[in-house]
């Protein structure tokens, strides 16, 4: 067998099979990378790591947005392999080049490539929104191996054999003529027979990603991704659930505290946060509810009008001739949140802090000491949690990526991308929102965790609570009058 040094496994999963390369081939260094962040998580726990390194990583970016680990390997990697996960790369042209970059003269890419999608196209309204909103957009109904047959076309690299499973899993073999760079599509059993055997197959297709366990005889076998994928959601919502319905759910309380804080707001939950922090006794008193794992956790489901979350202020403007007429009687809806965070737990999740001049501004023109954007932007750093390394590196002295505020990138998105193109095409640069140069084009970073949650004040500073014997929140506390002694 061919000595492959590097080799680089894309869509690793739960990194059974990535182990089978590493027991198999001897390579010196494999590099195994999955969008899915548990996946990867599970397989750095599970799995023995002597020549392993586990990335999370969207095979699907641009090369310039990959993680700096993989592009030191350009022009390095004698072997790419991959088992039915092609088919999740949002941007295949991407991942072509990026392959190209990647593989070194005389490399081979071994793929297993499905006919069509996957089973995935069975799953309801219902759970492809929920797949969706956290992970990535479900491929269409459509040949995949013709897919990447004309993509390779187009970056030159020649076939040297093309094996199909049709869906009655007969082996139908074509041949093609080799030229400079060789390269195989291939059934990767033909290769690891025996753990092919082991694991099995899962419907008229082998799975594209796997959980799996060890029986008595030591044999792999394969659990659906479906089932794992729905079960894991399932179960980190309701995790989630029961963390938010503790923060409420207090039941003794002081006779009095030193500060007592109407409103666990986007503002109200990091001053309940600070001041409790310093030993210092805070009751904190929110109309609304808990947090919902669902409609607040989740990016895109607190939208504007939505029946079944409760978590909302109801507000309407006054009816207008000229807008709004979409709406019953003409009246705009503008809600506000009303859970801890506030407006943080229900809005758009974009993350820009402004112009520099509306700082400076205030401290100049209007004499709020202490707020220009010399004296906010330390506070910005320290808050922040930046988790895309270019976007650091690229911007020195404007990020950090050591606070609680977790910040990420976009998933790739064919439509923004074609547009981001397009914009740079036309004469704009593209830069940072937040960096020292505002005037660009930028796709726009998230308050979204790597886990694909919201990130809300709420859930940063109070929710859990960090501080149950200094904080007491008090939740459905509608605060109508203030009292003071001798007024």
């Known amino acids: 067998m061919k000595q492959y040094d590097i080799v680089l496994d894309i869509g690793c999963g739960s990194g059974n099979i990535t182990q089978t390369l590493a027991d198999v081939l001897n390579a010196k260094q494999i590099y195994a990378i999955d969008v899915d962040k548990e996946m990867i ?33 350009e022009g390095k990697v004698d072997l790419i392999f991959t088992n039915h996960c092609l088919h999740w790369i949002q941007d295949k042209e991407n991942a072509v080049n990026n392959m190209c970059r990647l593989m070194s003269a005389g490399s081979r890419l071994y793929a297993n490539i499905s006919l069509v999608s996957d089973p995935y196209q069975e799953l309801s309204t219902e759970a492809k929104l929920i797949h969706e909103i956290r992970f990535m957009k479900i491929p269409t109904r459509e040949t995949q191996i013709d897919i990447w047959l004309k993509l390779f076309a187009r970056f030159a690299l020649t076939v040297d054999s093309h094996e199909v499973m049709n869906k009655s899993s007969s082996i139908e073999t074509q041949a093609f003529n080799k030229l ?99 030993h210092s006794t805070v009751l904190l008193l929110e109309a609304g509810g808990s947090q919902s794992a669902t409609y607040n956790d989740i990016p895109g489901l607190a939208l504007k009008g939505n029946a079944m979350n409760v978590n909302e202020w109801v507000y309407y403007n006054k009816p207008h001739d000229h807008y709004g007429q979409q709406y019953a009687g003409g ?27 509306g700082y400076d501004d205030w401290a100049q023109t209007y004499g709020a000491r202490g707020w220009s954007y010399a004296d906010v932007l330390p506070v910005f750093k ?47 640069v593209y830069t940072d929102m937040n960096g020292p140069i505002q005037e660009g084009v930028m796709v726009n970073q998230q308050y979204i965790s ?9 859930g940063v500073f109070v929710d859990p609570n960090p501080y149950p014997d200094n904080l007491h929140i008090v939740c459905k506390a509608l605060v109508t009058k203030i009292l003071f002694n001798g007024l």
Not at 183 to 206: A, E, H, N
Not at 450 to 458: Q, S
């Open 41 to 73: 998580a599970f397989a750095v726990q599970n799995h023995d790591k002597r020549n392993v390194q586990y990335l999370v990583q969207d095979f699907g970016l641009e090369w310039h947005l990959l993680s700096p680990t993989l592009r030191a390997l």
């Open 180 to 278: 400079a760079l060789p390269l195989s599509i291939t059934m990767w059993k033909q290769y690891f027979v025996d753990y092919d055997r082991d694991i099995g197959i899962i419907g008229p297709q082998i799975q594209s990603k796997a959980m799996a366990k060890t029986n008595r005889n030591g044999k792999m076998i394969g659990i659906s991704t479906i089932a794992y994928q729905l079960l894991s959601v399932a179960w980190i919502t309701s995790h989630r659930q029961v963390i938010h319905d503790n923060t409420c759910g207090r039941t003794q309380w002081h006779s009095s505290y030193d500060f007592i804080i109407v409103g666990g707001g986007t503002a109200g939950a990091v001053v309940a946060n600070k001041l409790s922090s310093s």
């Open 331 to 357: 009246r705009v809806p503008e809600n506000r949140g009303k859970t801890l965070g506030g407006c943080s737990a229900h809005n758009g999740v974009q993350y820009n802090r402004g112009n520099r001049r």
């Open 382 to 428: 320290e808050w922040e949690n930046n988790t895309d390394p270019y976007i650091v590196d690229s911007n020195p002295g404007y990020h950090g990526t050591g606070g609680p505020i977790q910040i990420s990138s976009q998933p790739y998105n064919p439509f923004i991308y074609a547009l981001k193109s397009a914009l740079i095409d036309s004469g704009f």
């Open 450 to 458: 790597a886990e694909r949650f919201r990130v809300g004040t709420g």
